[in-house]
């Protein structure tokens, strides 16, 4: 189905009122869209959604027993009418979440002193509303951090009564914009004061949500390589300065739909990665860095690379992927104009928008159109997704490339669950150990009318070896690829067996897998990556022709 072909209830184009006039509730919407699937598929009757406790962070142990998992789907990068620089209502976002089978999201505003000052105390009023309507709908509020001498990140909390008042005193007293604080040249006299107020915001942060003033808070870098201005010494200083809030970043941008051909320009690339090196970047990537590669970010979907270096330090870190939507693409509504002495300083949100009935420029698609992050879960609830987040039981997908998939690594004669993705299998020297993978193939066509159908899936491995001497390193030189399974035409749910035999070190195992249009030689070599994802073409990159999924890594420990 087209977006021209909508039907009304669940075009976002369409408002309330005209819902309401045409008999169609917004209960009925979010029925409709699936959000009330997830929580009935953990069983039985749901509880309130506030109401599901967290489980403990540091519950996990070696014990290869992790529970059953439901997976909820989410966007954590979403802006509104409460961001400079977007056009949408927050209803707008909120309904095209749920068309597309969203049970999660983040309101992640950019900072500036009009949201600090209106918008995000006005935006919580709307949050609030939502929640109290739809507690199916999980709707988080969140800030687009500009990190201290670098880029930016998503912060969220988890719902209470400090949850704005937290994010805006953390806007004020930490956001590099905001500050000053944007200098992050290598050798400039600001440079070490930002990065290190970047880091004592992390631990702000963290004191927060170690003193109960919020139930929870989680910081996911966004666009990491986008300028190159994210340095390896940087992520691992945040990372390390609370690693329970500083959980991860985006493995693939939003902006997905940057380089559909004939939109934007010959020069466009997917995630609106366009960039060169600059005076602010880190001058030990190189210029490939500052490309997509089957829209995932240069760190991500290079094996070997930024991801896996800290991965090989034995610490997760997480990947997730979303839609950053501003402006999604063949959409016809214009921001609206400013009344006479208003602007976006003095009240923290922009006029609603106008529909011209004309295609208006756009890069990003709609929130789970095309990017969907999955979050393992044991119970329905803002503070389940979040510890889901957390522990790492997260994979990802573009185009609606899956429908399902469980990741489980256990004891070749074991006869427990095993453990899945985030997750750690303490084991001895010669352990033989199965890697067990349930893929559940698209059942229907995804939202570009393409029935997608996964080709491959490679099982990825990588050596342990602790905390590098070199804080900047952005190599692990003994991850590879180690087994490719073709299950091209293969459909419904099945699962592949993939033999483990521990050697004489710690290691992890990751996945990923695509449709099989797009792959070469990975960045680095064949020996490494005989068939990873690769840039496309400037101005020709149609991403629901290049799809992937990613999965987080499960950690084996070997003890003597």
């Known amino acids: 189905m087209t977006e021209q072909q909508l039907p009304a209830w669940a075009d976002p184009s369409v408002s309330p009122a005209d819902l309401d006039a045409q008999g169609v509730s917004r209960r009925g919407l979010l029925r409709r869209a699936g959000l009330f699937g997830a929580a009935f598929a953990l069983g039985g009757a749901a509880t309130p959604a506030v109401a599901a406790p967290a489980v403990a962070a540091t519950g996990r142990g070696y014990g290869g027993e992790d529970p059953r998992l439901a997976y909820l789907v989410g966007d954590h ?54 929640r109290a309507a739809n507690p199916r709908q999980l709707i988080f509020q969140g800030l687009e951090w500009y990190i201290p001498a ?40 600001d440079t070490a004061r930002n990065e290190a107020h970047a880091v004592e915001a992390i631990k702000w942060l963290a004191e927060q949500r170690r003193t109960g003033y919020v139930d929870d808070v989680l910081v996911l870098a966004n666009h990491p390589l986008r300028l190159g201005i994210d340095s390896p010494h940087e992520m691992r200083g945040w990372r390390d300065a609370a690693p329970e809030i500083m959980i991860g970043m985006e493995g693939a941008p939003g902006a997905q739909g940057a380089a559909l051909p004939g939109r934007r320009g010959a020069t466009s690339i997917r995630g609106e990665y366009e960039n060169k090196p600059s005076a602010q970047s880190w001058a030990g990537y190189p210029a490939d860095a500052y490309l997509t590669y089957g829209g995932f970010d240069w760190a991500t979907a ?41 602007n976006f300083d003095n009240t923290g949100r922009l006029p609603d928008p106008v529909n011209t009935d004309t295609p208006q420029p756009g ?20 503070r389940a997704v979040m510890t889901g987040l957390r522990e ?18 256990r004891r070749e004669h074991g006869n427990g669950r095993g453990v899945t993705l985030g997750g750690r299998l303490r084991v001895r020297k010669g352990e033989k150990l199965t890697l ?26 990588g050596a342990v070896r602790g905390a590098v001497p070199d804080r900047d390193a952005w190599r ?14 293969r459909k419904g749910t099945y699962t592949l067996r993939v033999p483990v035999t521990v050697g004489d070190e710690s290691c992890y195992l990751r996945l990923r897998g695509s449709d099989g249009n797009r792959n070469g030689t990975g960045y680095l070599g064949a020996s490494v990556d005989p068939h990873g994802p690769i840039p496309h073409e400037p101005g020709n990159g149609d991403p629901w022709a290049d799809t992937w999924f990613y999965a987080n890594p499960i950690f084996v420990d070997v003890v003597s």
């Open 302 to 342: 290079t094996v070997g690379g930024l991801w896996d270096s800290m991965l090989a330090e034995g610490r997760l870190f997480s990947i997730t992927t979303n839609s950053d939507n501003h402006r999604t693409v063949f959409d016809t509504w214009r921001n609206g104009d400013w009344p006479a002495g208003q």
């Open 77 to 130: 990068h979403v802006h509104s009418v409460y961001s400079h620089d977007a056009k949408y209502t927050f209803s707008q976002q909120a309904r095209a979440a749920a068309r597309y089978g969203l049970d999660w999201m983040v309101f992640n505003e950019h900072s500036n002193f009009g949201h600090a000052r209106y918008g995000a105390a006005l935006e919580h009023k709307e949050i609030l509303g939502a």
């Open 436 to 461: 067990d993978i349930t893929v559940t193939s698209a059942s229907r066509p995804n939202p570009q009318g393409i029935l997608p159908e996964l080709a491959h899936v490679d099982v990825i491995r």
């Open 150 to 189: 670098a880029e930016h990140c998503t912060v969220f909390a988890a719902p209470g009564p400090h949850e704005v008042d937290l994010l805006t005193r953390f806007e004020l007293a930490y956001d590099g914009k905001l500050l000053g604080y944007t200098e992050g040249a290598a050798g400039a006299a």
């Open 476 to 489: 692990a030189p003994d991850t590879k690829v180690v087994h490719t399974k073709d299950v091209s035409g």
């Open 392 to 409: 790492g039981r997260v994979w990802l997908d573009h185009g609606h490339l899956l429908d399902g998939l469980e990741v489980r690594l």
């Open 363 to 382: 890069s990003d698609f709609w929130p789970g159109q095309f990017s969907r992050t999955h979050v393992g879960v044991t119970r329905y609830g803002y």
